[in-house]
């Protein structure tokens, strides 16, 4: 038997296990998600007072929580379905259908239904999640640099009056 093969780095950084922790985790954000958003709708009046930033926070917080529901579904799938993906690629790429599956005299080449693209079955279902979770690790990094963006608005709205205020000095920032 080979020797385990120690714990990358980035394993360490773990707090719980990878599956059960991303699962626990998007619980967490979907309940405080979904409650923030509930109560910004309810009561987000009394905070903010210009019309649209109450619907807009709220709906942003709602669908967080959405998103992380759908992760947490996601997680508990497990890919139960690949074995049906599988089917219909070795059937010529016809839909999935259990009465065909047990059906013996069945022939997939007189199939004359829609049909999924070729590509879709030539590169392969681990080849197409993995592109699946790169296209969600894309949109994590543009998130991210969409919240430093909007912090450094922030940032620059707070100072806006002092650059305004310093308009007859020369040589400073006059927007």
């Known amino acids: ?37 509930i109560v910004l709708f309810m009561y987000g009046d009394f905070l903010w007072f210009l019309y649209p930033e109450v619907p807009i926070y709220g709906g942003i917080s709602m669908a967080i929580g959405a998103c992380s529901i759908l992760l947490l579904l996601a997680f508990a799938n497990r890919s139960r379905h690949e074995a049906k993906v599988i089917w219909e690629c070795q ?4 839909l999935y259908n259990e009465t065909l599956i047990n059906d013996p005299t069945y ?58 205020a310093s308009a007859t000095t020369p040589g400073y920032y006059y927007a």
């Open 107 to 164: 022939n997939a080449a007189s199939y004359d239904g829609d049909k999924i693209p070729s590509q879709f079955c030539s590169s392969g279902w681990n080849s197409l999640y993995l592109a699946f979770t790169f296209g969600l690790a894309i949109d994590c990094v543009l998130q991210l640099y969409q919240c430093f963006l909007v912090w450094r608005f922030r940032a620059f709205l707070r100072q806006y009056m002092s650059y305004k």
């Open 91 to 94: 059937n010529g790429g016809q």
């Open 1 to 37: 038997m080979p020797p385990a093969e120690p714990p990358s780095h980035a394993s360490r950084l773990l707090v719980f296990p990878l599956r059960a922790g991303t699962m626990a985790l998007a619980a967490l954000i979907a309940a405080y998600s979904i409650a923030g958003g």
